[in-house]
């Protein structure tokens, strides 16, 4: 590995040149064109089999090695956001009110580099790599199922996935051997009340203040409906009644979102938030309807190879620590790989150099320590050979 390591190490200027390019590029979820193309592009240079327009946007290239063995998936996606790219850099976006707030544009460039190097030790490989580039993980229903509806797992028998964690130390890697993100639900409530003058409320049903009271009825779901033990979110994050100051608005809308791990509380909150939705509007005398739209589920390790992230990843150079984490509250679409076969997600700090207090995710001023990149591609290709590898004869997938 020390050969291959090393080779990572000096293609690591095309690493960020890669990563600044889409950067500076980006482009929404289910709207990528010049992203996958490029990926594809690059692909079919290095001598790969390469699948466009798979679940639409995707791109799979796959890499056979001189041996029979094994199928290894790795997994990274490019899609940006709608934020407008704070940051006074060279690379910053040059495309308004979108930018790669989440290290998407990282993980393609590390998973590209990784190709090319992994391209040149064809003759060590015991088995078939597949790197699946996925568009759209930001929206769902995401770009992950659409993919493996589209028979991207087919004949993979185990799958790898990590994310440029900026908010962690660069060198560390945080694992878990179950949960590690959150189901990620959406919910929409609709408030017909009856507007009028703000100086006479008497005659109205006054939508804001009943979009109040849910908003306070649906807080008290987790601290007074959900067991303590079992962890659960529910967050409002838009409440939209537009009017002017002395007219008391007829309509309201809130929309929020929902995290659990476990599908019974998930169902529960559900539930209780329907029972809510349904008896302030018997109390309140306005009309009032609610949409429930299930989003990506929670992402669940399997424990085997959760634990090789742990055993294999110590040794990898550049590596740190590696820690047990906490279970996250953010959706990750990955998940749906995990359904279909065997593997892991991790976390791979990289939290900008020249930062104290760094810029959560999804912040206008999001950056990451570009070394970073070449330690989770190290990472990646380690568990790679754990399968693939001269010796992988003697590992049971």
């Not at 890669?18 to 929404?28: D, Q």
């Not at 967050?235 to 929020?256: C, M």
């Amino acid at each position: 590995m020390n050969d291959l390591f090393s080779k990572l190490e000096n293609h690591f200027d095309e690493m960020v040149e890669i990563r600044r390019h889409f950067h500076k590029y980006p482009e929404l979820s289910f709207e990528e064109v010049k992203t996958p193309h490029y990926i594809a592009n690059y692909h079919t240079k290095l001598g790969l089999d390469v699948q466009t327009k798979v679940g639409g946007r995707g791109v799979v290239a796959t890499l056979k090695g001189a041996h029979p063995g094994p199928t290894v998936a790795l997994r990274a996606d490019f899609d940006a956001l709608p934020i407008e790219d704070g940051k006074d850099v060279a690379y910053r976006s040059t495309v308004p009110g979108v930018m790669h707030a989440c290290g998407h544009d990282g993980h393609t460039a590390t998973l590209l580099v990784l190709a090319k190097v992994l391209s040149s030790q064809k003759e060590s490989i015991h088995g078939t790599i597949k790197f699946f580039h996925q568009h759209a993980e930001e929206q769902a229903p995401g770009g992950a199922i659409a993919m493996i509806d589209d028979g991207c797992m087919e004949g993979v028998d185990v799958v790898f996935g990590t994310h440029l964690w900026a908010t962690e130390e660069t060198g560390k890697i945080q694992y878990n051997e179950g949960p590690l993100m959150a189901a990620a639900d959406r919910f929409e409530i609709d408030i017909q009340g009856k507007g009028g003058h703000g100086a006479q409320p008497h005659d109205t049903k006054d939508s804001i203040v009943i979009g109040s009271q849910l908003v306070q009825s649906l807080q008290q779901i987790v601290s007074r409906r959900i067991d303590p033990l079992d962890p659960a979110v529910v967050s409002i994050g838009s409440f939209e009644a537009k009017n002017a100051f002395n007219v008391i608005a007829d309509s309201a809308k809130l929309i929020g979102t929902v995290r659990t791990f476990d599908e019974k509380v998930q169902e529960k909150i559900q539930e209780e938030i329907k029972a809510i939705t349904e008896g302030t509007a018997l109390s309140t005398g306005a009309d009032i309807s609610y949409r429930y739209k299930k989003g990506y589920p929670a992402l669940i390790n399997h424990k085997t190879e959760a634990q090789l992230v742990a055993e294999k990843l110590a040794s990898v150079d550049g590596v740190k620590e590696v820690e047990h984490a906490k279970p996250q509250m953010g959706g990750e679409d990955f998940s749906y790989y995990l359904h279909h076969a065997k593997g892991a997600f991790f976390f791979t700090g990289a939290k900008h150099p020249d930062t104290v207090n760094p810029y959560p995710h999804h912040h206008p001023k999001f950056d990451f320590d570009e070394r970073a990149m070449v330690i989770a591609a190290k990472s990646l290709a380690t568990l790679a050979f754990h399968y693939v590898g001269e010796k992988s004869n003697a590992v049971n997938v």
